[in-house]
């Protein structure tokens, strides 16, 4: 049976790549042929540098001030606009509760997950525990947890954060990313042939994914203008 596959490069502490998963699922879920489909997500990292866990006291909104040189105030305006647009696509986000971190770790069980067949379950999980419930994203004992949630089994995710495991295959993704000339995400490869980057509407996913089921021979030269999330924030 032909298939179809969507690679998505995204990272966990992206709000516009939990609003881009959700608008590919109900995109997905108005085409036919979702069962010859699959979704694949790629590792890439908005903070590399980051520290595993960041000062908790410190409240988004400051982190947000500081990043982008304005008053907290106006930081604390971005993100209502952005919760806003998340409720809309049925998402809850708690922008007081985020805990930010390193996320390589946690691109590391996608891959394992993925093995597993519950990458998905496992990308869900740590989207929601991270936007919705404050959980610590760098956090070893969180990522076991999360990753227990979604159907892992927690030994074996402890054994992988324990070793280097699937470091190769992250910054493998990641060197994709750069040779694809990547800078911000989500960003959504379909069927290896066009390419859509921020969180798009469900309908011009759902017209990409169509054609590109349909083999058509024009490949797509433009990326669509978008919302996107990279190193210096999100726009």
């Known amino acids: 049976m032909?298939?179809?596959r969507i690679d998505v490069w995204s990272d966990i502490v992206c709000p516009?790549?939990?609003?881009?998963?959700?608008?590919?699922?109900?995109?997905?879920?108005?085409?036919?042929?979702?069962?010859?489909?699959?979704?694949?997500?790629?590792?890439?990292?908005?903070?590399?540098?980051?520290?595993?866990?960041?000062?908790?006291?410190?409240?988004y909104a400051e982190r947000l001030a500081r990043k982008y040189g304005t008053a907290v105030d106006h930081a604390q305006t971005m993100i209502q606009r952005m919760t806003a647009v998340a409720a809309a696509d049925g998402l809850d986000f708690r922008f007081?509760?985020?805990?930010?971190?390193?996320?390589?770790?946690?691109?590391?069980?996608?891959?394992?997950a993925a093995e597993?067949?519950?990458?998905?379950?496992?990308?869900?999980?740590?989207?929601?525990?991270?936007?919705?419930?404050?959980?610590?994203?760098?956090?070893?004992?969180?990522?076991?947890r999360l990753a227990a949630e979604a159907g892992l089994d927690a030994d074996e995710a402890k054994g992988v954060l324990?070793?280097?495991?699937?470091?190769a295959e992250v910054r493998s993704e990641?060197?994709?990313a750069r040779d694809l000339n990547i800078t911000g995400v989500p960003f959504f490869v379909i069927g290896e042939r066009y390419a859509i980057s921020g969180a798009q509407p469900a309908d011009l996913l759902l017209r990409?994914?169509?054609?590109?089921?349909?083999?058509?021979?024009?490949?797509?030269?433009?990326?669509?203008?978008?919302a996107t999330c990279g190193p210096d924030g999100c726009a």
């Open 96 to 112: 007081d509760r985020i805990r930010p971190g390193r996320t390589f770790d946690a691109h590391r069980l996608l891959h394992v």
């Open 16 to 59: 516009w790549c939990y609003v881009g998963k959700r608008r590919l699922e109900a995109a997905l879920a108005q085409f036919p042929r979702r069962d010859a489909v699959e979704v694949v997500w790629r590792a890439f990292e908005l903070d590399p540098s980051a520290p595993a866990v960041r000062d908790e006291h410190v409240s």
């Open 2 to 4: 032909k298939k179809l």
């Open 116 to 144: 597993r067949g519950l990458q998905d379950a496992l990308k869900e999980r740590l989207l929601r525990g991270y936007m919705t419930e404050g959980a610590a994203i760098g956090d070893p004992e969180t990522l076991v």
């Open 162 to 167: 324990a070793t280097d495991a699937y470091a």
């Open 208 to 226: 990409a994914v169509t054609a590109a089921w349909n083999e058509l021979t024009d490949p797509a030269d433009a990326l669509a203008e978008g």
């Open 174 to 176: 990641e060197d994709d």
